[in-house]
T-cell receptor
Framework: DTEVTQTPKHLVMGMTNKKSLKCEQHMGHRAMYWYKQKAKKPPELMFVYSYEKLSINESVPSRFSPECPNSSLLNLHLHALQPEDSALYLC???????????????FGPGTRLTVL | AQSVTQPDIHITVSEGASLELRCNYSYGATPYLFWYVQSPGQGLQLLLKYFSGDTLVQGIKGFEAEFKRSQSSFNLRKPSVHWSDAAEYFCAVGAQTGNQFYFGTGTSLTVIP
């Protein structure tokens, strides 16, 4: 299974709502990532988890709260978002290591988030 | 610092014509290089990757890329473009530590009949 799944596919929320995005992989990867992507732009890294521990936080506002409950799951909890947070949120996974071949990231289809 | 430049924001080619998408990188050591494709509203799909060895790498969907260290380039090519190749293409360089990726700004490909 070389698939990364993300739910939901689409999400519309108000600025006072609390919602969560979910990502799952069963490739045995121990690194998982959240990216934010605006239209016609490259993905911007938000968070990296390595062995279920947060290893990189790219100065993301606290209204985004990641969680890695186990090696297969990655969540992104959303609270009090702003309209400018509307974007495609991509999850990815990879092996952990510094040798060649460990850097290939597998991406999910993304969640299209709209904040009203 | 690592960086990736894709000089062409948008390219239009005719179906059946050849294609070359440019990618230049800045990296101190031997880079790990990738090309990804993204169809509208979709995630990123890996086309091909270069870690070491043969500088001409073959990928999926008939794509290939050539690593040229002297030019710090990793250009993507396809001999005959199909309408279904219309998409956004991203070049990326992987860090040797930290599992971090550095994406280029992307090239949008339009294919005309």
């Amino acid at each position: 299974d070389t698939e990364v799944t993300q739910t939901p596919k689409h999400l519309v929320m108000g600025m006072t709502n609390k919602k969560s995005l979910k990502c799952e992989q069963h490739m045995g990867h121990r690194a998982m990532y959240w990216y934010k992507q605006k239209a016609k732009k490259p993905p911007e890294l938000m968070f990296v988890y390595s062995y279920e521990k947060l290893s990189i936080n790219e100065s993301v506002p606290s209204r985004f709260s990641p969680e890695c409950p186990n090696s297969s799951l990655l969540n992104l909890h959303l609270h009090a978002l702003q309209p400018e947070d509307s974007a495609l949120y991509l999850c990815a996974s990879s092996k952990v290591g510094t040798s060649a071949g460990y850097n290939e990231q597998f991406f999910g289809p993304g969640t299209r988030l709209t904040v009203l | 610092a690592q960086s990736v430049t894709q000089p062409d924001i948008h390219i239009t080619v005719s179906e059946g014509a050849s294609l070359e998408l440019r990618c230049n990188y800045s990296y101190g050591a031997t880079p790990y290089l990738f090309w990804y494709v993204q169809s509208p509203g979709q995630g990123l799909q890996l086309l091909l990757k270069y870690f070491s060895g043969d500088t001409l790498v073959q990928g999926i969907k008939g794509f290939e890329a050539e690593f040229k260290r002297s030019q710090s380039s990793f250009n993507l090519r396809k001999p005959s473009v199909h309408w279904s190749d219309a998409a956004e293409y991203f070049c990326a360089v992987g860090a040797q530590t930290g599992n971090q990726f550095y994406f280029g700004t992307g090239t949008s490909l339009t294919v005309i009949p």
